[in-house]
């Protein structure tokens, strides 16, 4: 049986989605995507630039792609939908990654807004992704708002310190039915390996494959360790053993 | 709350020890440290760890801001001043035919360099309220609006509710350099015009703030006076804006003092090695800083300092009034010592694996 998640009738296979920021160049950014064959990226609107392919990070992208618009520049609700308007207008399609970070210093999303944002654009019919610090009350909020996945990030944005959120993000993936998707935060291919061992439904990687000094070799071997990940989650994991010697507590039954 | 100008006075004039053995390597092993940790960096003892300084540099920026390098140019539109800096060429005391541009010619010279790619805008006047008022400003900003992604503003401070309307034009962000953090040399450097007014400018990138500006850009004119005194109230400036306004981006300026058509000679000279410190320790202090450097450096230097924390540079820049739509027409601010085009900058940045980024804002000035 294939294992697909199947977004607006759009088969996802590859539960990596690749973020397209930060790279050295737009040239780099699509071997990056064609060397981990990734399905689903994101774009910030900021940086979409018609008419200058060189610097167009949408049209740069490997044809099969599709695109989460992010709105990455809001600092509230209001600019967020603006965003994701322009966007829609500009025709860069109706997938919205909602990013409101009203937060310069750390880059901490704001979940109230982020809410209002998401019920507001499922309205409209767009199809929705909203990342969020990890909450399970505004999780079940998203979702129930008509979020096609909840995005919690697992450590802050450019950090590349791992799932520093995991016990958190496990209780989500627990309780919410939508899928979850772990962005921001993760920084080697065992990070994104570990949330989809814990049942995530993908992971979002941007920073860690942009910076490294060979950002399509280490695309690709996310790619292998989310399809690990997928798999080991799938199969089930076996439980961790303990080592006891004895029964301390009810070794005292049937000794008489 | 004790205001910013005793925070600050209380900081450059408190006595600098140099650091103890092993405080540098302390400062170096964090990120986003106290200003302990930023005086060990910027003081003498640390020389020695520069190249350390400068790997941890790198990779801050390179987390946090990625490969990438912003390119922005400036628009001069007037060079009619009223003040008397000792270090300017638009000084008042400098008999130079004067110029500011019509609303039609604002639009011609945006046009040329909207037409070299640049979308991120920078627009600079002299100080004058007489030949350049708050609505020809406005005027000029809409004018410039459909031809750039984002309009900065760089001309006389302004009260919040000049910000306010500047913004509805269309502008988003605020540079404006105190100069020097020192108000006795500061007294000294600007004898003449609004500018004298200390406190007054100090406050101006609080006042864009509020108004709604959504970035500010602060410099210390570097070789002004003691670069380390005032490196560091810039930095805690810089952090004074941050705590009080968690939603705008803070920017820096590393101007360093370049001859021009009065006084050609730094009063306190800045050496490369010097410069290389400031923008490590800022870096190190303020790991999000947005770090600006202009055209006043050399293009080697430039393209040496692009991995050490640099997250803008200026791009085809003429320091002249209409010098896009009519090169070489008017006395410039400064000489410029890095006069590559955009496409040359742009071909450096690709050659040391920096994406250089000509737009990176999602709307359109409205």
């Known amino acids: ?256 | 709350m004790r205001p910013l100008a005793e925070c600050l006075e209380e900081a450059r004039t408190r006595p600098w020890p140099e650091p103890p053995p092993g405080r540098v390597e302390r400062a170096l092993a964090g990120e986003g440290g106290s200003e302990d940790d930023l005086r060990a960096l910027l003081s003498e003892a640390s020389v020695p760890h520069l190249e350390a300084m400068a790997r941890a540099a790198q990779a801050i920026t390179h987390r946090h801001f990625g490969r990438t390098i912003q390119l922005y140019s400036p628009l001069y539109i007037s060079d009619a001043c009223e003040n008397a800096c000792l270090y300017c060429g638009y000084s008042a005391r400098n008999a130079t035919p004067r110029r500011t541009l019509s609303l039609d010619e604002v639009d011609r010279e945006s046009a040329a360099l909207a037409a070299t790619g640049i979308r991120h805008v920078l627009v600079l006047s002299g100080e004058s309220l007489s030949a350049c008022p708050e609505d020809h400003l406005a005027g000029a900003v809409r004018r410039m609006a459909p031809h750039f992604r984002s309009i900065g503003l760089e001309v006389q401070p302004l009260g919040e509710e000049g910000y306010a309307a500047l913004l509805e034009a269309g502008a988003d962000s605020l540079t404006v350099y105190q100069e020097t953090y020192d108000p006795r040399l500061y007294a000294k450097v600007h004898p003449a015009g609004p500018k004298r007014d200390f406190l007054f400018r100090l406050e101006t990138p609080s006042r864009g703030a509020r108004a709604g500006l959504r970035q500010v850009n602060l410099g210390a004119l570097l070789g002004l006076g003691d670069w380390r005194r005032d490196t560091l109230c810039l930095a805690l400036h810089a952090r004074w804006l941050q705590d009080r306004h968690p939603g705008l981006e803070v920017g820096v300026s590393l101007p360093r003092l370049r001859p021009h058509a009065g006084r050609t000679r730094p009063l306190a000279p800045v050496t490369d090695r010097d410069l290389v410190q400031i923008l490590t320790a800022l870096r190190l202090f303020l790991p999000r800083l947005g770090i600006a450097l202009s055209t006043r450096e050399a293009p080697d230097l430039r393209d040496n300092l692009v991995g050490l924390g640099i997250t803008r540079m200026s791009a085809g820049v003429s320091a002249r009034v209409g010098g896009h739509a009519e090169p070489g027409s008017a006395v410039p601010q400064f000489e410029i010592s890095d006069p590559r085009s955009v496409p040359e900058i742009q071909a450096m940045l690709r050659a040391k694996g920096y994406d250089p980024v000509l737009a990176d804002w999602p709307f359109p000035p409205s």
């Open chain 1, 1 to 256: 049986m294939r294992d697909a998640w199947v977004i607006d009738g759009f088969q996802v296979s590859n539960r990596l989605f690749l973020g397209t920021g930060k790279f050295g160049s737009v040239e780099l950014t699509r071997q990056a995507l064609l060397a981990a064959e990734i399905q689903v990226t994101t774009v910030a609107l900021r940086r979409v630039e018609p008419g200058r392919p060189e610097e167009d990070l949408l049209a740069g992208l490997p044809r099969d792609c599709r695109v989460m618009i992010n709105t990455s520049g809001a600092r509230d609700g209001e600019e967020a939908l603006r965003i994701a308007r322009l966007a829609r207008a500009a025709g860069a399609g109706t997938w919205i990654k909602v990013e409101v970070i009203p937060d310069q210093r750390h880059l901490m999303p704001d979940n109230l807004e982020t809410l209002r944002v998401t019920e507001t654009l499922v309205q409209e019919g767009f199809t929705v992704f909203p990342y969020m610090s990890p909450d399970l009350s505004m999780g079940r909020r998203m979702a129930e708002a008509g979020a096609a996945a909840v995005m919690p990030l697992g450590a802050p944005i450019g950090s590349n310190r791992g799932l520093r959120t995991r016990e958190l993000v496990a209780i989500m993936v627990r309780e919410i039915p939508a899928p979850i998707v772990v962005d921001a935060g993760l920084g080697t291919p065992s990070d994104a390996c570990e949330c989809m061992e814990l049942g995530c439904a993908a992971v979002l990687v941007n920073t860690a494959v942009a910076v490294a000094p060979d950002p399509p070799a280490l695309a690709a071997a996310f790619r292998l360790a989310v399809a690990a990940g997928r798999q080991a989650f799938l199969a089930g994991l076996p439980p961790i053993g303990q080592a006891e010697a004895s029964s301390p507590l009810t070794g005292f039954l049937g000794r008489s």
